[in-house]
């Protein structure tokens, strides 16, 4: 096994897989947990080493995992399939960390970047079916695999302690960025203070809708399997579609440098939309309907200042390729607020529009 490095050979070596280990290569574009293509004389894999940072509780992360894929299975979605272990456990703990497997979900692809508003359109539809099955789950069963996860207001105060403690040296080389979150602190909590007060229901929803996290079909460009499940839990629909619209309705890479690329699309807006209205119609409600808009800033806001902050703090969360990588992050998620600010009240006459056309 030329390409295998020895302790991933002896991690692969644990689990069931079908033919014998041809390659093992890095895979995919997720910032968490580190994700490799596992070729066999037979077939193909997923293996993840998981990250135990991020999630400490392995445990209740898989039993989630478990939870989530059967019943998805059970209502007859195509979902992530777990491999076990050669002795039957849903992960493994080896020296080097704890891994888990999946079947590889075979003739798919992923975009990091929407090619046209059409597959945004059904990436939509995927979303929205996804929340209306995680209506009939039992909520009570999950685990609530990364407390405060879409708390704004939450994610603002480790922002500031971030920003306080600057530990890795860096906030004078991003004064103008750290302003602009700390001009829009006023608008954190609107969907949270929702939640807490009834005006906004509790369901369970993804809470990572970025378009890397569905897999399409490579010939009908249909979506196939909503993947990366570890953060499914109660939370907000708002926080599926505002996060969706914050990757996906962009004409550019969420680490694009060159800010002149960077823009918010309404046509994609408005594709995305049509696809996640057409399925959530039945259930969505008038409060949820007029926050449609507004949480796209706020989930661009959120994770842009999560990205500013890791970069504060020496990137120590999200996986990065040079030292600036979370400040460019966070430097595409403020033009997009800036330009969804410009836009409001041309998504709020899309999301209308889109209302009438489902009804
Ligand atoms: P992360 O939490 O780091 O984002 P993901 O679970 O999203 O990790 O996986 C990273 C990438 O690996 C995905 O964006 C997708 O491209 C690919 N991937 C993950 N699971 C599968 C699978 N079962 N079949 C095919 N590709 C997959
Ligand atoms: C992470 O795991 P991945 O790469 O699909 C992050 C999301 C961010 C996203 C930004 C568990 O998603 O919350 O929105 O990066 N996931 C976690 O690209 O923190
Ligand atoms: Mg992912």
């Given at each position: 096994m030329p390409e295998i490095t020895q302790p991933l050979a002896s991690v692969v070596s644990q689990f069931s897989f079908m033919g014998d280990v041809k390659s093992v290569v890095p895979y995919g574009g997720g910032h968490i947990n580190v994700t490799f293509l596992v070729t066999t004389s037979e077939t193909r894999y997923i293996l993840q080493k998981m990250n135990t940072s991020v999630f400490p509780d392995t445990v209740h992360l898989m039993r989630n995992i478990e939870l989530v894929t059967a019943f998805l299975r059970s209502r007859g979605q195509e979902t992530l399939e777990l491999i076990p272990t050669k002795d039957n456990k849903t992960w493994l703990e080896a020296p080097s960390g704890k891994y888990r497997a999946y079947k590889f979900i075979e003739h798919t692809v992923y975009y990091d970047?929407?090619?046209?508003a059409s597959i945004f359109r059904d990436a939509g539809a995927a979303f929205g079916n996804f929340q209306n099955d995680l209506a009939q789950f039992d909520a009570s069963e999950l685990t609530e695999t990364i407390q405060h996860f879409h708390d704004t207001p939450h994610r603002f105060a480790d922002f500031n302690e971030a920003l306080k403690a600057d530990k890795a040296g860096r906030a004078d080389t991003c004064r103008p960025e750290i302003d602009f979150y700390l001009n829009h602190a006023d608008q954190y909590s609107v969907v949270m203070d929702g939640l807490a007060d009834g005006s906004i229901p509790l369901r369970v929803t993804h809470?990572?809708?970025?378009?890397?996290?569905i897999l399409m079909d490579e010939t009908t460009h249909k979506a196939r399997a909503i993947i990366?499940?570890?953060?499914?839990?109660?939370?907000?629909?708002l926080f599926d579609f505002g996060d969706s619209m914050r990757f996906?309705?962009?004409?550019?890479?969420?680490?694009?440098?060159?800010?002149?690329?960077?823009h918010f699309n309404t046509e994609f807006f408005r594709a995305y939309a049509q696809g996640f209205i057409g399925e959530v119609h039945p259930s969505i409600t008038e409060p949820e309907i007029d926050l449609l808009p507004f949480s796209a800033n706020l989930l661009t806001l959120e994770c842009g200042m999560r990205f500013l902050a890791d970069y504060l703090a020496g990137d120590t969360y999200f996986a990065t390729a040079y030292p600036e990588h979370n400040l460019v992050r966070s430097r595409t998620q403020i033009k997009l607020v800036q330009e969804m600010e410009q836009k409001a009240s041309e998504t709020h006459k899309i999301i209308d529009e889109v209302m009438t056309e489902v009804q």
């Open positions: 970047l929407v090619p046209n809470n990572d809708t970025k378009l890397n996290n990366d499940l570890d953060t499914v839990m109660p939370g907000s629909l996906g309705a962009s004409t550019a890479l969420e680490d694009e440098q060159d800010l002149s690329k960077v």
